[in-house]
Structures are given as structure tokens and as C-alpha cells.
């Protein structure tokens, strides 16, 4: 498996960015797929995820009605549209593929992520 993400950036407080991530490596229209970020001294946490047809998302309560996930299956690529940008939202954002469809087992490499730096 192999995932590049990128799209992160540095934008003040209230700002927007949307991040993608391209998947190789598995067959990325069956798989339930992931967004999750890692602040400095933090746990690495799942922000958001969404099934292989991308008709069902979930959210960190935290993220909620600010960001939204989607996808492309004939791109291979999931998106995070980050709106509504709090200083709390700074870290490395990865992406993963999921081994089940509910989402609870990452099974890409972490990689590196992409930065996304929030300015008050």
C-alpha cells in the first residue's frame, strides 16, 4: 500500500484547506478509508473516515460540521475539506486504508503526512 497526502499549509484561524491523498496498492473503491491527525505530545486520532461507496462518513466530535471527507474511486484519492480552522486543528494529518469496513484497523504505512499549521 502506498499513500501520499499532501495539501497542508499554514492559514489563520478561521481559514480553510483541503487536503488529498492518493492510495496505490489495493483495490481503493472497496476499501473504507481514513483521515487522522497528530498534534505535538499527542496520540495520533481519527478525525474522519468514509466507506467505500462514500455514502456513509463519521467525524471526531471535534471536527464535526467543520470538515468534511470525501472521495474519488476513479482517482484514488480522499479528500478533507478543513473549514472553519481552530488553532486546536494544528498537526501532521495522515491517511490510511482500512482492513474493515467499519473502519477500526489502519493498514498503510503512516508515512510522513502533511503539516497543517493554524495561526491565532
Known amino acids: 500500500v502506498q499513500l501520499q497526502a499532501s495539501g497542508g499549509g499554514v492559514v489563520e484561524v478561521g481559514g480553510s484547506l483541503r487536503l488529498s491523498c492518493t492510495v496505490s496498492?489495493?483495490?481503493?473503491?472497496?476499501?473504507?478509508m481514513g483521515w487522522y491527525r497528530q498534534a505535538p505530545g499527542n496520540q495520533r486520532e481519527l478525525v474522519a473516515r468514509i466507506v467505500s461507496g462514500g455514502g456513509i462518513t463519521s467525524y471526531a466530535d471535534s471536527v464535526k460540521d467543520r470538515f468534511t471527507i470525501s472521495r474519488n474511486n476513479a482517482k484514488s484519492t480522499v479528500y478533507l475539506q478543513m473549514n472553519n480552522l481552530k488553532p486546536e486543528d494544528t498537526g501532521t494529518y495522515y491517511c490510511?486504508?482500512?482492513?474493515?469496513?467499519?473502519?477500526?484497523?489502519?493498514?498503510?504505512?503512516w508515512g510522513q503526512g502533511t503539516q497543517v499549521t493554524v495561526s491565532s
Open positions: 496498492g489495493v483495490i481503493f473503491s472497496m476499501r473504507t
Open positions: 490510511n486504508v482500512f482492513r474493515d469496513v467499519v473502519g477500526t484497523s489502519p493498514i498503510g504505512p
